[in-house]
């Protein structure tokens, strides 16, 4: 069935340093890829999101990388500071539905 | 602009029983889909509606139902409760404009529904 794969599962960095997730989806209909950003007891929030038609998007320190060949799209976080530190989601979606990783862990350590 | 409303935030349930989650989307917004969330299985998809039609559905039981109304408002039903449905739903809305591909969802807080 259609998933998606995240990994890693938890990423400690130090502050000041720059942070990677990558994710891989199965699905070769999906044309949309959003990544959210989610914090201890709150909702998820969207962060930067990227179309099948584009293969970077870039906004202040983050960026979102995707290759539709592999399969494949990333997050980058440089400069990361504490307010950081969360859980990250990507996703991968098509016809009316999304699906989501497991999630990664971030602590950037002061 | 209101964002996407849930209630109730918590739920205790026992087995056996059922219950209704009730989600308000942004207005303007005719998309709702709900998410169930447990700790190391990430979001996973429940349905989707739009203009009180499912279009699309996850991998779950058929004790998990919904549906939404013509304001858009949406409820989520879960019969025959089990253990394993403690987790935390979220609703999210959408504003479907044609011609522009999947738009971003804006999520609610949550249920939080514990079942003993």
């Known amino acids: 069935g259609e998933n998606v794969e995240q990994h890693p599962s938890t990423l400690s960095v130090q502050e000041g340093d720059s942070a990677v997730i990558k994710c891989t989806y199965s699905?070769?209909?999906?044309?949309?890829f959003p990544w959210y950003k989610q914090e201890l007891g709150k909702r998820p929030q969207l962060i930067i999101d990227i179309r099948s038609n584009v293969g970077e998007k870039k906004d202040q320190r983050i960026a979102v990388t995707l290759n539709k060949t592999a399969k494949h799209f990333s997050l980058h976080i440089t400069e990361t500071q504490p307010e950081d530190s969360a859980v990250y989601f990507c996703a991968a979606s098509g016809t009316y539905k999304y699906i989501f990783g497991t999630g990664t862990r971030l602590k950037v350590l002061a | 602009k209101a964002g996407v409303t849930q209630t109730p935030r918590y739920l205790i349930k026992t087995r056996g029983q059922q219950v209704t989650l009730s989600c308000s989307p942004i207005?303007?917004?005719?998309?709702v889909s709900w998410y169930q969330q447990t700790p190391g299985q990430g979001l996973q998809f429940l349905f989707e509606?739009?203009?009180?039609?499912?279009?699309n559905k996850g991998n779950f039981p058929g004790r998990f139902s919904g549906r939404q109304f013509s304001n858009s408002r949406s409820e989520m039903n879960v019969s025959t409760l089990e253990l394993g449905d403690s987790a935390l739903y979220l609703c999210?809305?959408?504003?479907?404009?044609?011609?522009?591909?999947?738009?971003?969802?804006?999520f609610g807080n949550g249920t939080r529904l514990t079942v003993t």
């Open positions: 699905d070769s209909a999906s044309n949309y």
């Open positions: 999210a809305s959408s504003l479907v404009s044609p011609g522009q591909g999947q738009p971003p969802l804006h």
């Open positions: 207005s303007g917004h005719r998309s």
């Open positions: 509606y739009f203009s009180e039609t499912q279009r």
